[in-house]
């Protein structure tokens, strides 16, 4: 949610509001979402995303969690769950700033776009650790808050919700990615302090029992024993709300969700408020510091003059009579916030109420915190006013700044969208009869714009609950088996598409799932027995920046298909999608899936052959692409372990072994490429290739794929730029993924749900893509160059393309990309185009002739259209 400007004031007063802590040996609640970014973040100090570094990201939240668990930390993870229509003028900002960011495909902007599948890699890292976790209904923060004050522990996040929140808040900027061993004497004047190595080999941590001591303290040398105390803990601050208010002696607990409405949040305008800014007075503010901390200061100095009475007779008398409802109603939701303790996660973790009392329902509490506040739109009462300086400084630019930024947002028209279907149109109204429903759905009031009196509020009903969902699908969402946006389409009846890294010129990526999706919204709908059949999907317009609005009209399921939750013959839903998108031999497919490939690949599968079908712009290239990527995560990651995505590094460790072992296995090659000429696609295979490939041929393997895990150096120019169409055509890809991920659940578990993390890596795939797109025969090269010294790999390769092209005939005949060299005559230099060839034309790159071969070719020469250098050999 967020407090505006209160992370930057206390970041610049830390040494004030933040203490120094070791964490250890206690629970930590943990806001999930916030953590989630917070992780991404520090992966891409490791890769490049390109719209999804999973394996990376996987790798950095598992090893968060070891720290947590070294220090005997218990975390509880709570994840936010669907929109509240309060919250949606911030969301659609926040869609319209990632639509500005796709627009550039350099490499700064694609560092921010968040991959689609981040959120479903974390919470499977989440499971494979044993990790409590739930996903609330909706928004987590006041769950957090609550259930970190039930069970006295800290909170982890880094949401300045939580300098509000009456809680132990540890920001995670404060919170340092090691343990440390601390050795100290009883009395505690003597001790040393160590840091704990946890990527040491066995044999130096045997030696030095993995600590290595960095301080001492004292003149006796510390031993750890029996008459010593030993703990490790993780070095961190602590903030809580005492630090901020004390030094305002007359400013009481209560006051403090009022000052977070005065501040500004993402459920209240700041030009709502700006009547009221200008209004207030205080005394004397030093002018020279910054805007928004002189607004803090000025806030709190101004509600310690005042009673929790007082102070919202004093707003709400000068708010505009179309606001005083709606700003009345955000002072009882945020101070409900702060006083319910009805905590669900409790419950649901299983973990033994701590609080002696009876804990109130939303509805006594907003009863209770009426009756306190009295009459809001009475007279004020009298408080002291030192008049000299004004609030506000230039507050009213501010504000009207940032709702221009927001109406781009809100501007939803139909310019841009090249196709409508028959069951779907576009929305082209305002947005004001939307914002309106909005703000009377949260309000629950009504409001005499005449006089702008207040109206005496009704009791309070809480519409975002779980309370009326079926069982079988409350268990499959808190347990966050299924993305959050089945939530919007339930209760809101909603979809809102964030862009990947994709092309704007082209419709959305997830244009390509819209019959997945629909299925999903059917489904929901049917089991909740309501008549509703359609929804409303935004994302962005095509060709320029901004969003649109497509309505998606009598969505149900097909004729002769039914639903029934947890029961096998859901698949018949499945394999209906897969034969309306025209799949011919859809029977057998679903048939050699469940007798052949292996359960963790079924699903993975699937959704190459619904992208191929589905996407005119997949080529083989493409398939190669995805497949080889999985064999590197499924296969030989698993199998090698810890190897270092660094080239220079890995070929520099094992130098020797990699030349040892290619002049080795030239002499068995040809051997075991006759016994594997025959190998077919089963179960029997793949456990022969995850069990017994040999690990020389997966470590030459990964000799020549490890190159693929990271840009050219060219690429991290920040004016370079990438192919658009191909990261497009992935994007697609992630799409189909996303979406049978979220099918599959609601389905009762057809098939084993993917795990991205151990399939599919943007970057890698991107850089395949590219390096084999103008190979005339792809499987040769791959045979000659990138599994050369490796046949095993090489026929899985073979067999599992076979198994996608026999039921995509076509796929063989889909044209491909070809870049080529020519010379601009006005400007003398060399630029590159692009022309789509056929897969038979594609000239052949010569990757297994010797340069003997090509030297003595006659005629005009050969030119190799993928070396730029080749035509200086016609010069010799």
Excluded at 51 to 63: A, E, H, P, Q, S
Excluded at 252 to 270: C, H, Q, T
Excluded at 379 to 393: A, K, W
Excluded at 608 to 619: D, Q, R, S
Aim: aromatic fraction near 10%; include cysteine.
């Amino acid at each position: 949610m967020g407090v505006r400007g209160l992370t930057t004031f206390i970041a610049g007063n830390a040494e004030l509001y933040l203490k120094p802590y070791e964490l250890r040996d206690t629970n930590l609640v943990i806001d999930g979402d916030n953590l989630c970014l917070q992780l991404y973040q520090k992966s891409q100090l490791k890769s490049t995303p390109l719209g999804g570094n999973y394996d990376i990201y996987y790798r950095t939240v598992v090893d968060f969690f070891a720290l947590l668990k070294l220090a005997n930390v218990v975390p509880y993870v709570l994840l936010d769950g669907g929109y509240e229509p309060r919250k949606m003028s911030v969301v659609r900002n926040r869609m319209w700033k990632k639509i500005q960011v796709i627009k550039n495909f350099s490499t700064a902007s694609i560092m921010v776009t968040m991959p689609l599948m981040l959120r479903e890699v974390f919470v499977d890292a989440l499971q494979s650790e044993g990790i409590h976790f739930m996903r609330c209904a909706f928004e987590a923060d006041d769950e957090v808050a609550i259930l970190a004050r039930k069970l006295n522990c800290p909170v982890l996040s880094y949401d300045s919700d939580f300098y509000i929140f009456d809680v132990q808040y540890i920001p995670y900027v404060t919170l340092t990615h090691k343990v440390y061993r601390k050795v100290t004497d009883k009395g505690g004047e003597n001790f040393k302090i160590g840091i704990i190595q946890r990527n040491q080999s066995k044999k130096t941590q045997r030696r030095s029992k993995g600590i290595k001591f960095v301080a001492q303290c004292g003149d006796e040398d510390i031993v750890e024993g029996a008459e010593t105390e030993a703990y490790s803990y993780i070095d961190c601050c602590i903030y809580t709300i005492d630090n901020l208010i004390a030094p305002y002696d007359q400013l009481s607990k209560d006051m403090i969700p009022l000052f977070a409405v005065l501040l500004g949040n993402d459920y209240i305008e700041r030009s709502v408020l700006a009547p009221f800014y200008e209004v207030i007075c205080t005394g004397r503010v030093n002018r020279k510091i910054n805007r928004y901390e002189r607004r803090l200061k000025v806030t709190l100095k101004w509600l310690q003059h005042h009673t929790l009475q007082s102070a919202t007779r004093a707003i709400i008398k000068h708010i505009k009579g179309e606001h005083k409802q709606t700003v009345y109603r955000r002072i009882l939701t945020a101070m409900r916030g702060y006083n319910c303790e009805n905590c669900t996660s409790l419950q649901y973790f299983g973990l033994q109420d701590v609080a002696s009392s009876e804990t109130l329902e939303d509805d006594d509490v907003e009863i209770d915190l009426h009756n306190c506040l009295g009459n809001a739109d009475g007279p004020d009462e009298e408080c002291p006013d030192f008049r000299d300086v004004s609030f506000l400084d230039n507050e009213q630019a501010v504000g009207d700044g940032e709702d221009a930024t927001q109406s781009q947002d809100e501007d939803i028209s139909d310019d841009g969208l090249s196709q409508k279907s028959a069951d779907c149109s576009e929305n082209t109204d305002d947005d004001t009869e939307a914002r309106n429903s909005e703000k009377n759905h949260s309000s629950g009031e009504e409001t005499n714009a005449d006089d702008g009196a207040l109206v005496q509020p009704s009791t309070f009903r809480n519409k975002h609950t779980d309370m009326n969902w079926p069982t079988w699908f409350k268990e499959i969402y808190r347990s966050a088996k299924v993305p959050r946006f089945l939530v919007d389409l339930l209760h809101s009846n909603f979809y809102l598409n964030y862009p990947q890294i994709e092309d704007i010129n082209q419709p959305d990526s997830n244009a390509i799932s819209y019959p997945i999706l629909r299925t999903i919204f059917a489904i929901l709908k049917t089991s909740f027995k309501t008549t509703r059949t359609e929804f409303t999907y935004t994302t962005r317009r095509v060709k320029r920046s901004g969003s649109r609005k497509v309505l998606f009209k009598e969505v149900r399921l097909p004729e002769g298909v039914t639903f029934v939750p947890n029961a096998a013959s859901n698949v018949k839903v499945m394999q209906k999608l897969f034969e309306e998108c025209g799949i011919q031999e859809w029977r057998e497919l679903f048939q050699s899936v469940d007798k052949n490939v292996p359960a963790n690949l079924r699903l993975y599968f699937l959704a190459i052959i619904y992208w191929v079908k589905n996407c005119p712009n997949v080529n083989l290239a493409h398939v190669h692409a995805v497949i080889v990527c999985m064999l590197q995560l499924q296969i030989i990651d698993k199998a090698l372990k810890n190897q270092n995505r660094d080239v220079q590094l890995f070929r520099q460790q094992n130098q020797s072994f990699l030349d040892q072992e290619r002049t080795a296995s030239k002499t068995s090659l040809k051997k075991t490429e006759n016994q594997q000429s025959t190998a077919m696609f089963g179960r029997a295979f793949y456990k022969q290739l995850s069990c017994n490939t040999p690990r020389s041929e997966l470590m030459l393997a990964y000799d020549s794929l490890v190159e693929h895990f990271a840009l050219s150096e060219k690429k991290y120019d920040k004016r370079a730029t990438f192919d658009v169409a191909t990261l497009h055509t992935l994007a697609c890809f992630q799409s189909v993924c996303y979406n049978l991920y979220a099918l599959v659940p609601v389905l009762g578990y057809p098939f084993e749900n993917l795990r991205m993390h151990a399939l599919y890596n943007s970057l890698f795939a991107y850089n395949v893509y590219n390096s084999i797109n103008a190979r005339k025969n792809l499987l040769e090269h791959a045979r000659t160059t990138v599994f050369q010294y490796s046949p095993t790999l090489f026929t899985a390769l073979r067999v599992m393309v076979e198994f996608v092209e026999k039921y995509l005939p076509e796929l063989a005949n889909r044209s491909r990309a070809l870049k080529t060299r020519i010379r601009s005559s006005k400007s003398k230099s060399s630029e590159f185009s692009t022309r789509s060839v056929k897969s038979a034309p594609v000239p052949l790159a010569n990757d297994w002739e010797t340069k003997a071969d090509t030297s003595d070719s006659g005629g005009e020469g050969f030119i190799d259209e993928n070396n730029k250098f080749s035509q200086l050999l016609l010069a010799i």
